[in-house]
């Protein structure tokens, strides 16, 4: 037990890092820099101070310290404040002050933890543990030196972090838990080990050596002479020393005298590089016992006088550093009473110059409250005019719900190809009363500056044509050709999709409006560099020069529009949304004709493969189809939304937000479709509900509803809506949405597979963005090695339904449970192989395979590989 005592003396002294012991000259120093230094420069030399200090001076280690924290606080520095702290926590320790000492350390960690700071509350955390084993409440003690441990091992501070360990280490040593402090120093040499830190590693085994040297006395010197091979490598002669000093007292032990008596030579010899300390003494008088052991009394009277010389030495240099402590306080009181003096003057100085602040304040104060009551006539105005638009706004939204159930039946019917020139008359008006309606939302949204631009990827002709083929019945009334001549594209864009459908629809249909019957009109499309440049080329009768400024006005009307109808805000939209997205009008015009030219930014976008997820291929084919859960109150809406999607999703029909609640949870949908207003709980609340829920947060969530405006969808996005659709909706837009949602939830899925299948670590490789997937993971891999653990016990773990869980793992990952849990047996075994930590039989029971035959099959299938073949490889 002798090695194990000094082991631990070591130890605690090693928690002062040799930069503290310093000499009074840097001091001097950096007291004449304090003088010129102001704000955070002031501050930091202060903290400089009080750590120079610490070790000799704790008094004016304080001082310093508390002169820094005042500074720190001031200039927001929270860094500062609690490196302020740890130092007066560790010279209250010092001075024996332990209760002050823990009140200033818990002050520190507060604001560490706060800020995140890792390395700082490591550091803390070892100072309240020093505390309370000072205090001899060993288990307090224990527990925040685990703390501190994990907190520097994840700052990468390995130098404290090993420090700190052994402390730990000491810790249970002296509460006879040999086999714990074994563990908690084999896991820091396993650390160093795998972060290269091999300069600290000589610290590790001597504690290891005093470690086993109670519990196993043979393996200690086994861990001694390695602690003297790292310590020879990175001259480190103080844990030279020590690891000599702790064979010398292991042979003492056995009665191997002269052994002993070796090595306390080496450890004397060793220590005289060093500078002189209490080691010394403490070598001699061991030594001496030595020699009084074997009757040798002749030099353990030699030794027992350098004893004692090297006490009076020692004795002799702490009265001079008392002295000296004495010196600086007297300096530091001197230096105090003259910032207070100066204090005193600035004080003056700056109540002179108050006067004159209060002065110039008043006669800004007057000018301020003219100037507000200017702004706020101006604001009262401007809230007048938005209460007017809102006003507007309500009664489009009012008119679009039955929109939608005039326009979506007509589609349906026109499907069954009966009456189709009296439904080609219906939907054309439906439409124009749709597109007026939407004309006005959006001029009302523009000019409130609240339109928000959509981007979609796609080919740009083929949207183009779309746009354009919902004018050619329109043009066949009037014998009007339309001409398409569009540059041929081989890649996709990204491009204002809403933007440039109504910029074309609205130059399109004023050109199909004003021209005469068989005339013809001209669209021309091309990309040059990043832009687009799309041209609508007509040959009606022209716009009057004097009006072609004027076109783009809001609500101006020429002289051939008179005989036309329309509200005058259509160029005037056209106009703001170009330049809203980044682009350029222009206009030219005669008795010939008239040419419209847009220019619009666009970007150029490789092709992705879209997959449908659960069912649904790229043709719109079933293989088996998905659950879609429709939350709507409107019976009519209801009944056409089913009509519209019962053909790929299996659909199941709630009437309000906490029946739809319930059946989400009894069985879990593939796909939410939701109303927003609902009785008893509406779709905001639903969404916040499955949201904050963990086994239905993953599920997509689509909002619908006749609130269309941006602070409508802004709020849908906001709670976590995956996709905002406003009434009245098309038909193939709602089934495009719900496709896309799925084709994104099919693209995590296999951005996880591949990440399983590339080179990372066992970990990195299976940690999904996805929490749950990863509480999964945990669960397994805590039960890895039993081979009994299946689908019935992880279920139970998470306390869901076999069920359940199959559904939200296939919906996350693509594997079923049972694939999921040999998964990741497999991936843990191939890294055990790689790192060759056993055979294959036993890597095999390692992780929860009770025959190799089946591993090596399962293996085999999994990687393509044979166990034996991936062990091979490097």
């Not at 300390?277 to 009757?295: F, H, V």
């Not at 354009?468 to 066949?476: L, S, V, Y």
């Amino acid at each position: 037990m002798r090695s194990v005592v000094g082991c631990l003396l070591v130890v605690f002294v090693l928690l002062v890092p040799q930069w503290l012991l310093a000499k009074q000259e840097p001091a001097d120093s950096l007291r004449m820099l304090l003088e010129s230094a102001h704000g955070k420069r002031e501050g930091e030399l202060n903290m400089e101070l009080a750590n120079l200090l610490l070790a000799e001076y704790p008094d004016s280690c304080i001082y310093y310290a508390q002169r820094a924290r005042a500074i720190g606080k001031s200039t927001s520095n929270h860094v500062l404040v609690i490196r302020s702290y740890s130092a007066t926590g560790e010279a209250y320790q010092r001075k024996n002050q332990l209760k002050k000492a823990l009140a200033s350390y818990f002050k520190g960690l507060e604001l560490a933890e706060k800020h995140d700071e890792k390395s700082l509350s490591g550091t803390i955390y070892n100072g309240i543990g020093v505390c309370y084993f000072l205090m001899n409440d060993v288990k307090k003690a224990e527990q925040y030196m685990k703390r501190a441990s994990e907190a520097k091992k994840a700052a990468n501070d390995f130098r404290y972090y090993v420090l700190i360990t052994i402390n730990l280490a000491s810790v249970q040593i002296m509460q006879q838990s040999f086999d714990e402090s074994v563990k908690t120093l084999k896991e820091a040499e396993k650390t160093l080990l795998k972060q290269k830190q091999e300069q600290y590693l000589a610290t590790v085994y001597n504690s290891l050596g005093a470690a086993y040297q109670s519990i196993q006395p043979d393996s200690c010197v086994y861990y001694y002479e390695l602690s003297l091979q790292y310590s020879e490598k990175y001259r480190d002669y103080l844990l030279k020393m020590n690891a000599y000093q702790n064979l010398g007292d292991y042979y003492f032990d056995r009665k191997e005298y002269a052994t002993a008596i070796n090595y306390m030579k080496l450890a004397i010899s060793t220590n005289e590089k060093r500078p002189e300390d209490s080691y010394k003494p403490a070598l001699y008088e061991r030594i001496s016992t030595l020699y009084d052991s074997i009757g040798d009394f002749r030099n353990a009277y030699k030794y027992k006088k350098l004893e004692a010389e090297a006490h009076k030495r020692i004795f002799s240099v702490e009265k001079q550093k008392e002295i000296e402590e004495l010196e600086i306080k007297y300096e530091s009181e001197k230096k105090e009473k003259e910032i207070q003096q100066n204090k005193q003057e600035l004080e003056r100085r700056k109540n002179q110059q108050n006067i004159l602040v209060f002065c110039a304040v008043s006669l800004f104060l007057v000018a301020g409250f003219i100037t507000y009551l200017v702004f706020q006539r101006k604001r009262i105005e401007r809230q007048f005019e938005q209460e007017k638009l809102r006003l507007f706004e309500n009664i489009f939204h009012e008119i679009r719900t039955p929109l939608t159930l005039i326009n979506g039946p007509i589609q349906v019917m026109k499907q069954q190809k009966k009456y189709p020139e009296e439904l080609d008359l219906m939907e054309r008006n439906s439409q124009k009363l749709i597109r007026l309606v939407n004309e006005l939302l959006d001029a009302s949204k523009l000019g409130k500056g609240s339109y928000q631009l959509n981007y979609m990827n796609g080919n740009l002709n083929e949207f183009i044509g779309s746009v354009i083929d919902q004018f050619t019945g329109e043009a066949n009334l009037k014998d009007i050709r339309i001409i398409c001549q569009l540059e041929e594209q081989e890649e996709n864009h990204s491009f204002p999709a809403d933007a440039l459908e109504k910029i074309l629809s609205n130059l399109l249909g004023n050109a199909v409006k004003y021209c005469p019957v068989k005339s013809e009109i001209t669209v021309l499309s091309k990309i040059a560099g990043n832009n687009l440049i799309l041209k609508v080329v007509d040959n009606g009768p022209g716009i009057p020069k004097r009006d072609q400024k004027k076109v783009f006005r809001r609500f101006f009307r020429g002289k051939h529009a008179h005989e036309t109808g329309g509200t005058g805000i259509g160029l005037s939209l056209v106009k703001e949304l170009v330049e809203l997205a980044g682009g350029t009008i222009a206009l030219q015009s005669s008795h010939f004709g008239t040419v419209f030219q847009v220019q619009i930014p666009v970007q150029s976008e490789n092709p992705k493969q879209v997959f449908n997820r659960f069912g649904l291929n790229d043709d719109g084919t079933e293989e088996s189809r998905a659950t879609l859960l429709l939350v709507e109150d409107d019976a009519d809406t209801a009944a056409f939304t089913i009509s519209v999607l019962k053909d790929e999703f299996r659909i199941v029909h709630a009437k309000n937000g906490r029946e739809g609640l319930e059946l989400i949870r009894e069985n879990l949908p593939d796909i939410v479709l939701s109303d927003v207003m609902m009785p008893e709980m509406d779709g905001i609340e639903l969404l916040r509900e499955i949201r904050s829920d963990e086994l239905a947060n993953h599920l997509p969530f689509v909002l619908f509803s006749a609130k269309a405006s941006l602070e409508s969808r802004l709020e849908g996005l906001q709670h976590g809506a995956d996709a905002y659709i406003s009434k009245p909706f098309s038909p193939e837009e709602l089934k495009l949405t719900i496709r896309n949602l799925f084709s994104t939830v099919q693209r995590n899925k296999e951005a996880y597979t591949a990440s399983i299948q590339s080179e990372k670590t066992f970990e990195e490789r299976l940690k999904s963005r996805n929490a749950y997937v990863n509480k999964v993971i945990d669960c397994i891999v805590r039960n890895i090695d039993d081979s009994d653990y299946s689908v019935n016990e992880l279920s139970s773990d998470l306390a869901v339904s076999r069920s359940q869980l199959h559904r939200k793992l296939a919906a996350l990952t693509g594997f079923s449970t049972t694939n999921f849990i040999r998964m990741v047996r497999l991936e843990k075994a191939k890294d055990l192989l790689l790192n060759g930590d056993g055979t294959i039989t036993e890597i095999a029971y390692k992780c929860g395979f009770s025959s190799q035959s089946y591993f090596t099959k399962s293996f085999t299938e999994h990687f393509g590989k044979s166990p034996s073949q991936m062990m091979g490889k490097p």
